[in-house]
């Protein structure tokens, strides 16, 4: 019989479904493979070392004191190689779940092919960008699409666009994806109100602790059979049970195809179901929180020498999940940019015409790449 991999988890910066929250824009889940009686070594070790008070760890309070910070990295180097960090831009991971919400039940019929050119990367950093440098189109699209996920309303979905009979222009990536929306404002409107009707769905859509953990436990079970699961109470978790009791005992391996070259696996092998601990009984909920606290704390305050050095000692451990923005996914002098630019004109125009949006579209990119190698563009940067 395999052996099971502990595995413990925490969080910093969750405010729900509100992504949109200024005081605490970063939302950072931390992971941690270690056996318990290690847990409990390595943090009687950091409180006799450090002369710390008390015999629990509490990252908000050890970040905080620069007395203590001296701690944090200490552990955060005694933590490489059996830790993995998701760290998410929570307006970011807004404008991402813009695409899965608006773009991609339309498309649905062939949603391989727009995530194999990053059509989502594309506009959700342009959102993001837009939204952050104080576009009023992308804050009010931004701003509305939030209401109404979290009040699952699809009434308030002709907030999204000006008032009806009034004419949208299409020179822009903002006005393309109103006209889009309000092109198929229908079909987006039914597939929202569908997610009413799933477990745990309803109350937390926007939240990120659940999707974290399902990827992250994706991640650990690349490297252990079998994964024992330990998560500092949540109740996003907690509400949504289904998803990870189908895990238990599961044996067989799927993965799924994430742009061109990319694979994610889609499935892990729990032996029961997710324990939720109070930090105060558990050493390895412990490590977690200090971990998530910090690289939490050190991306809102980036100015700070401690912040750089948690960063910096911390790089290696960063998961390819993390979700921070890529100006590089809007310069339409890179391939990928200029190519979902033409795409989405493609799109707007088919759903302005009502035409078929997958008829002849794989043909249609495919002429893209071609085009792009024979003439590319060299659009000059302001």
């Given amino acids: 019989m395999v052996e099971a991999q502990e595995i413990y988890f925490d969080e910093s910066g969750f405010t729900g479904n509100d992504l949109l929250n200024d005081d605490q824009p970063v939302f950072v889940y931390a992971s941690v493979a270690i056996k318990p009686q290690q847990a409990t070594d390595l943090v009687a ?6 002369r710390l008070q ?3 760890l509490k990252g908000s309070n050890l970040v905080s004191h620069r007395r203590s910070q001296s701690a944090v990295l200490w552990l955060i180097e005694r933590c490489k190689g059996i830790a993995s960090i998701v760290i998410a831009n929570k307006k970011l991971a807004l404008a991402g779940k813009f695409y ?6 339309v498309l649905q019929a062939d949603n391989s092919l727009f995530y194999s050119v990053r059509l989502h990367r594309f506009l959700s950093n342009f959102l993001y960008i837009s939204f952050v440098a104080k576009d009023p189109t992308a804050e009010a699209l931004l701003i509305e699409f939030q209401t109404l996920m979290r009040n699952q309303d699809t009434s308030s979905i002709q907030r999204l666009f000006p008032a009806q009979g009034q004419l949208i222009a299409v020179e822009d990536p903002l006005s393309q994806i109103l006209t889009f929306i309000l092109c198929h404002k229908e079909k987006i409107a039914r597939e929202i109100k569908d997610l009413g009707d799933i477990d ?9 602790s659940s999707t974290c953990l399902f990827w992250t436990l994706s991640f650990w079970s690349e490297q252990f059979e079998v994964l024992k699961v330990y998560c500092d109470d949540s109740k996003p978790v907690i509400d949504s049970p289904a998803v990870f009791e189908a895990m238990i005992a599961r044996q067989d391996t799927i993965y799924i195809k994430f742009g061109s070259d990319h694979e994610r696996r889609l499935t892990f092998n729990l032996n029961d179901p997710i324990t939720f601990l109070d930090s105060k009984k558990s050493h390895g909920i412990q490590i977690a929180d200090v971990l998530s606290c910090s690289i939490a704390y050190a991306f809102n305050h980036p100015e700070e020498p401690f912040s750089k050095q948690c ?7 960063l998961s390819p999940l993390c979700i921070l923005p890529d100006h ?3 310069d339409l002098n890179q391939k990928h940019a200029f190519i979902n630019a033409m795409i989405l004109t493609e799109l707007v125009s088919r759903s302005v015409k ?12 495919q002429k893209l790449y071609i085009y792009y190698e024979l003439f590319p563009p060299k659009l000059e940067r302001k």
């Fill in 354 to 365: 009502k035409e078929s949006l997958l008829d002849g579209m794989r043909e249609y990119i």
């Fill in 328 to 330: 590089n996914e809007i």
């Fill in 45 to 50: 070790e950091m409180i006799s070392f450090f």
């Fill in 100 to 105: 899965e919400y608006i773009f991609e039940p």
């Fill in 311 to 317: 960063i910096d000692l911390a790089q290696t451990m």
């Fill in 54 to 56: 008390g015999n629990e």
């Fill in 200 to 208: 745990g769905v309803r109350k937390w859509i926007l939240e990120l």
